[in-house]
């Protein structure tokens, strides 16, 4: 008889192996997937993981790993705190609106100014509109003892709303031809979050997330804060005694996730995307998510976690140009590797044993 039994404590071996393990059953399953479809599997993998790095045109994938993994990583690093102290933001997609909005929406106020302060106050309302969004969340659950789950999802579809309101009205450009969609960014100067070494694909969005990991690093591991939010989430009951003061903790981690979600936005609607349009969210609120987990909540773990899904994106549309994988494989992929990190992360606090149980 096959059965789980819980472990005296988790197994730091199998938490370190978890997330390799994870990419590997992904690549298998994934195979498996891509056969049934008819393709060849050990090209389909080839092609995602090796084609943006070592391909004929890697020199033109390497610098977007950057574009891709950099809003990953600054959302997955706010998204961590909470979770390691058990708050539980899956709003981040509406806060990475919000922020794009807020920011987008102060630069086009100055148009056409060319100026050297737009761009900082881009970055000011950016952070201020992921926050603003994800307050929300964390005053009813501190006020009315909500679920921030529900309610930070939820803003989601809101923060969609808003977005599709901005890009038909308020930000639409009024030069557009009756298009939806607002300004290019990118042609105006002072509001153009420019590669910082010409075709590097290093722009402010890459810094900022670079900061936010050491940042988070030095938060965990060198403040009491940081020490509060690890108390939390391993024992509740004992950062009570601790004098731990829960709703102050649900604002920052909250505020603080909402903030980096929203830099994000700001960053990607200044440079990659160019615009506010309706369809300017891609999913890496979400993705995040899938980030902070592969990374074990860790902060350099999620800056090699955010460099990794940010290859499949990569191979992903590589594979659907070249081999005309479907959209929908790629992000059944991409979501396996979420299926298989939980799968596997159950062996970290229980072990398979063989056997009938002991009768006490």
Not at 180 to 204: C, E, F, K, T, V
Not at 258 to 268: D, W, Y
Request: hydrophobic residues 50%; glycine residues 12%; contains cysteine.
């Amino acid at each position: 008889m096959i059965r789980l039994e819980k472990r005296p404590q988790p197994s730091r071996a199998w938490s370190l192996a978890t997330p390799l393990l994870a990419v590997l059953a992904t690549m298998i399953a994934g195979g498996l997937l891509f056969g049934i479809l008819g393709k060849d599997p050990v090209e389909a993998i080839r092609t995602i993981f090796w084609e943006p790095l070592f391909g004929e045109f890697a020199f033109y994938y390497r610098p977007q790993l950057l574009v891709k993994g950099a809003p990953l990583v600054l959302i997955a690093i706010g998204l961590s705190l909470g979770f390691k102290a058990g708050i539980w933001n899956i709003g981040a997609e509406g806060q990475y609106i919000m922020g794009a909005l807020f920011g987008a929406g102060a630069g086009l106020a100055f148009y056409p100014t060319e100026a050297w302060y737009i761009f900082p106050l881009m970055v000011i309302a950016g952070g201020f509109g992921g926050w603003v969004w994800a307050m929300i969340p964390a005053f009813l659950k501190v006020r009315f003892g909500t679920n921030e789950i529900l309610v930070s999802l939820m803003l989601v579809y809101v923060a969609e709303q808003f977005l599709a309101s901005m890009s038909l009205g308020l930000l639409k450009n009024p030069e557009g031809h009756g298009f939806p969609g607002s300004r290019n960014l990118q042609q105006y100067d002072s509001a153009y979050n420019a590669d910082l070494i010409a075709g590097s694909g290093m722009h402010w969005g890459v810094v900022a997330a670079l900061i936010a990991v050491i940042f988070a690093y030095v938060l965990l591991n060198r403040h009491i804060t940081g020490y509060h939010i690890r108390l939390t989430g391993e024992a509740p009951r004992a950062a009570r005694f601790a004098g731990v003061n829960p709703s102050r903790l649900i604002l920052f981690c909250l505020g603080t996730s909402g903030m980096l979600a929203g830099l994000a936005g700001m960053f990607e609607v200044s440079g990659p995307s160019g615009q506010v349009s309706i369809d300017f969210n891609v999913g890496y609120g979400f993705t995040a998510i899938i980030v902070a987990f592969l990374g074990r909540l860790h902060p350099v773990g999620i800056l090699l976690a955010g460099g990794l899904m940010a290859l499949t994106y990569i191979g992903g549309d590589i594979a659907q140009s070249n081999l005309q994988l479907p959209s929908s494989a790629i992000q059944v992929f991409q979501g396996m590797l979420l299926f298989f990190l939980l799968a596997f992360d159950l062996l970290t606090n229980f072990r398979i044993s063989l056997g009938k149980p002991e009768v006490a």
